[in-house]
T-cell receptor, first 115, second 111 residues
Framework: DAGVIQSPRHEVTEMGQEVTLRCKPISGHDYLFWYRQTMMRGLELLIYFNNNVPIDDSGMPEDRFSAKMPNASFSTLKIQPSEPRDSAVYFC?????????????FGPGTRLTVT | SQQGEEDPQALSIQEGENATMNCSYKTSINNLQWYRQNSGRGLVHLILIRSNEREKHSGRLRVTLDTSKKSSSLLITASRAADTASYFCATAIQGAQKLVFGQGTRLTINP
């Protein structure tokens, strides 16, 4: 298996623009997680899905952030409009069964820079 | 403050030496996991220890868990330059369906 795939790997955009991050989880994994990593706040859980259904989005910082999982092999995290404070590395992870009781597999991340 | 806090924040040792990192947490957990992150990469799962376990081994890794002290340690024996990375503990808090990650320990192995 290729592991968790994220695209793009790097994204540079201007404030106010829409940003869409993409993730393909490992086939057969029921759980998908979106995290954000910054120096100041560390690794934060934004939202997670179980069988394509959003379960907990309490970590999504603002209404500017939205996430979807239209099918078992694809998820997006969208920021609209983007702001400089959104600059971070965004990780997608997937897990078999309960993602907090089993290991999570992380993608390589998308480094987002908003100028 | 953080649920999981690693100590030390940074550690630099010579190749071949053992490296020990600690993690403390505040609330009861179902399990505790350790992950490694190489610079510019995603996190890689190392080991999971459940709340009813006290010690686990995986290759050169040894993890202990003391639920009475709410702490865990990760020992890497006979360190190698390739072990240079950041190491994170993550706790699965009882009643909370998610992992909470600490801030990490940055480990540098000097050749």
């Amino acid at each position: 298996d290729a592991g968790v795939i994220q695209s793009p790997r790097h994204e540079v955009t201007e404030m106010g623009q829409e940003v869409t991050l993409r993730c393909k989880p490992i086939s057969g994994h029921d759980y998908l997680f979106w995290y954000r990593q910054t120096m100041m706040r560390g690794l934060e859980l934004l939202i997670y899905f179980n069988n394509n259904v959003p379960i907990d989005d309490s970590g999504m910082p603002e209404d500017r952030f939205s996430a979807k999982m239209p099918n078992a092999s694809f998820s997006t995290l969208k920021i609209q409009p983007s702001e400089p404070r959104d600059s971070a590395v965004y990780f997608c992870a997937s897990s078999l069964r309960r993602g907090w009781d089993y290991e999570q597999y992380f993608g390589p991340g998308t480094r987002l820079t908003v100028t | 403050s953080q649920q999981g806090e690693e100590d030390p924040q940074a550690l630099s040792i010579q190749e071949g030496e053992n490296a020990t990192m600690n993690c403390s947490y505040k609330t009861s957990i179902n399990n505790l996991q350790w992950y490694r992150q190489n610079s510019g990469r995603g996190l890689v799962h190392l080991i999971l220890i459940r709340s009813n376990e006290r010690e686990k081994h995986s290759g050169r890794l040894r993890v202990t868990l003391d639920t009475s002290k709410k702490s865990s340690s990760l020992l890497i024996t006979a360190s190698r330059a390739a072990d240079t990375a950041s190491y994170f503990c993550a706790t699965a808090i009882q009643g909370a369906q998610k992992l909470v990650f600490g801030q990490g320990t940055r480990l540098t192995i000097n050749p």
